[in-house]
């Protein structure tokens, strides 16, 4: 079955630090992927997404390439800031009839001044 | 402005009670989908919908229902409450059938079961 497996968190960063969160995915076919993010007490939100192999998804200063060779889809900001404090998920859809998610388990980022 | 609102966003029960969930949305979007966020598993899919009428079960649906009789509202129940089901509930929405749409999704139910 699909599955996404993210690194271990939490991750704590200095402001302007650079951030990678690893995520690699299990799945056949070509799954779109996604990265989500979590602000604290609040729902989910679309961060960035790839629908195929080689596609580089980006907003807001954060980056994640489709790497269909290593099954990964890392992602990237140059310089965090702390309102970049959250936490991120890794997700993938696959399916010949709608869009159901299968999400990693989520990174916890905490951005120091 | 379209939104995805859940109610209540804090709920206290007991084991054995009823439990229901709610899950409105005015994007007039098809599908429609219950997760939940327990610590070291992310998101689970609960239950889904593909439209009025259309529901089908998610990879952790045991003691869940839910029902979709109009476009906007999709209601979760937990027909017996356990201790188990202690957990933030989210419920999202998207459009269509593409595997490429985004989700959207509500703030969250946090449930406590005694």
């Known amino acids: 079955g699909n599955s996404v497996t993210q690194m271990e968190g939490p991750v704590t960063l200095s402001e302007e630090a650079f951030l990678t969160i690893n995520c690699t995915y299990t799945a056949t076919g070509y799954p779109s992927l996604f990265w989500y993010v979590q602000y604290p007490g609040e729902g989910l939100q679309l961060l960035l997404k790839a629908t195929k192999a080689d596609d580089k998804g980006s907003n807001k200063g954060f980056e994640a390439t489709y790497r269909k060779e290593t099954t990964s889809f890392h992602l990237e900001k140059g310089s965090v800031q702390v309102s970049d404090s959250a936490v991120y998920f890794c997700?993938?859809?696959?399916?010949?009839?709608?869009?159901?998610?299968?999400f990693g388990t989520g990174t916890r980022l905490a951005v120091r001044p | 402005d379209a939104e995805i609102t859940q109610s209540p966003r804090h709920k206290i029960t007991e084991t054995g009670r009823q439990v229901t969930l709610a899950c409105h949305q005015t994007?007039?979007?098809?599908?429609m989908f219950w997760y939940r966020q327990d610590l070291g598993h992310g998101l689970r899919l609960i239950h889904y919908s593909y439209g009025v009428q259309d529901t089908n079960k998610g990879e952790v649906s045991d003691g869940y229902s839910v029902s979709r009789s109009n476009t906007e509202d999709l209601p979760l129940t937990l027909e017996s409450a356990a201790s188990s089901q202690t957990s933030v509930y989210f419920c999202?929405?998207?459009?269509?059938?593409?595997?490429?749409?985004?989700?959207?999704f509500g703030p969250g139910t946090r449930l406590t079961v005694l």
């Open positions: 997700a993938l859809a696959r399916g010949s009839s709608g869009d159901k998610l299968t």
């Open positions: 994007w007039n979007h098809n599908n």
């Open positions: 999202a929405s998207s459009e269509g059938a593409d595997r490429t749409n985004e989700q959207f």
